[in-house]
C-alpha cells in the first residue's frame, strides 16, 4: 500500500482545503440510487439517471482502480449574500467566481500529472461533478467530511460551502 500523506501534502499545496484517500469501492446504496431514480427524484437532471452502473462503481469507469483522492475547496469564501450596489437579483455561491469545474479539474490534472511521475506504471484520472461518479460518498469515506441533513458534505471545521473533486 502506498503512503497517502504526501499524495494529501501535495492536495494541500494546491490549496485545497481538504483532502483524504479511501477505497475504490462500489456504493452501498445502489438500491436507494435506484429507486429514487425510478421515482423520479432527480427531476429535470437527466443527466442523473444516465450511465447508472459507471455511477455505482468506480472500476466500471476506470477498470483497475484502487484507490479514490478526494478533494474539497471552499467557494465563494466570505462572499456577501447581498448583490453589489447597482445589481439586481443574487447569485448562488458556488456561481461567483471562475467556473470551479475548469479551477478545480485544471489542479486534479497537475496532481494526476505529478502522480504519474512517481508512479509511471499507474494511470490517473481527474473527476469533478461532471463524471459520474458518487463523489460524496467517496468523500464521506475518505474522511474529507460527512453527509448532512441538508444532504450537502459538511466539515466541522470548513462547513459545507464545498466543491468536490475526485482523482482515481
Known sequence: MVDAQPI??????????????????????EAELRTWLADG?????????????LRCDPADIMPDVRSVICVADRYAAG?????????????????????YHRSIKRRLHGLCDALALSHPDESFRACVDTAPV????????AGVGAVG????????????????????
Open 149 to 168: 441533513k441538508h444532504t450537502l458534505l459538511i466539515d466541522r471545521g470548513v462547513g459545507s460551502y464545498l466543491l468536490l473533486g475526485e482523482v482515481l
Open 8 to 29: 494529501l501534502e501535495q492536495c494541500r499545496d494546491l490549496g485545497f482545503a481538504i483532502a483524504g484517500v479511501c477505497a475504490a469501492s462500489p456504493t452501498s446504496y
Open 41 to 53: 427524484k432527480h427531476g429535470e437532471m437527466s443527466y442523473l439517471a444516465r450511465n447508472v452502473e
Open 79 to 99: 462572499a456577501e449574500d447581498q448583490p453589489a450596489a447597482g445589481a439586481h437579483g443574487r447569485i448562488a455561491r458556488y456561481a461567483r467566481g471562475d467556473d
Open 134 to 141: 458518487l463523489e460524496r460518498e467517496h468523500a464521506q469515506r
